[in-house]
T-cell receptor, first 117, second 109 residues
Framework: GAVVSQHPSWVICKSGTSVKIECRSLDFQATTMFWYRQFPKQSLMLMATSNEGSKATYEQGVEKDKFLINHASLTLSTLTVTSAHPEDSSFYIC?????????????FGPGTRLTVL | GQSLEQPSEVTAVEGAIVQINCTYQTSGFYGLSWYQQHDGGAPTFLSYNALDGLEETGRFSSFLSRSDSYGYLLLQELQMKDSASYFCALNQAGTALIFGKGTTLSVSS
């Protein structure tokens, strides 16, 4: 089946630093990847839609200058949390939509847990 | 906009049957998906309905009524390992899944 990986699986950083999270589709090509954020005991909230070769589309309330998204190839999207602060601590999950997928099926990565001290 | 409503918590005992309901509002509809998420893990796909009716996958079944903007997930022969959060999610053409707030299922022995 379709596999999506994320790296790192967890990261702890100091306030003010930047953190890059990678999302890869391992056995399929994805023109579109999505980034979600999930706080404890809450739902997955869509942050942005990442399209290969073009600028990401951000959801209302998500700062594009703080959460930089790059989708340089059909198998890789990166999310960089710039100048991270404790309130950015969360579980970040990506999903990928297959180039030739059925019914808009999306495949989720295992998530990255970010803790900002 | 889009919105989904589902109960926040459900409790049941092993071997029982549980139904988690989901009502939704959306302007464009392709289908309704169900995902399971254990603590600390990523969501895993359970079931999908694009047309009215029941879809059965082992112990899990999902139902959709587009005219009522309503669906449910049915879990049979509950096991302790089924304790998790369950999310209904709207599928829309070319866009991300929109998730409900999730239902926490607690299965006791």
């Amino acid at each position: 089946g379709a596999v999506v990986s994320q790296h790192p699986s967890w990261v702890i950083c100091k306030s003010g630093t930047s953190v890059k999270i990678e999302c890869r589709s391992l056995d399929f090509q994805a023109t579109t990847m999505f980034w979600y954020r999930q706080f404890p005991k809450q739902s997955l909230m869509l942050m942005a839609t990442s399209n290969e070769g073009s600028k990401a589309t951000y959801e209302q309330g998500v700062e594009k200058d703080k959460f930089l998204i790059n989708h340089a190839s059909l198998t890789l999207s990166t999310l960089t949390v710039t100048s991270a602060h404790p309130e950015d601590s969360s579980f970040y999950i990506c999903s990928a939509k297959a180039l030739a997928g059925a019914y808009n099926e999306q495949f989720f990565g295992p998530g990255t847990r970010l803790t900002v001290l | 906009g889009q919105s989904l409503e589902q109960p926040s918590e459900v409790t049941a005992v092993e071997g029982a049957i549980v139904q988690i309901n989901c009502t939704y509002q959306t302007s464009g509809f392709y289908g309704l998906s169900w995902y399971q998420q254990h603590d600390g893990g990523a969501p895993t796909f359970l079931s999908y309905n694009a047309l009215d009716g029941l879809e059965e996958t082992g112990r899990f079944s999902s139902f959709l009524s587009r005219s009522d903007s309503y669906g449910y997930l049915l879990l049979q022969e509950l096991q302790m390992k089924d304790s998790a959060s369950y999310f209904c999610a709207l599928n829309q053409a070319g866009t991300a899944l929109i998730f409900g707030k999730g239902t926490t299922l607690s299965v006791s022995s």
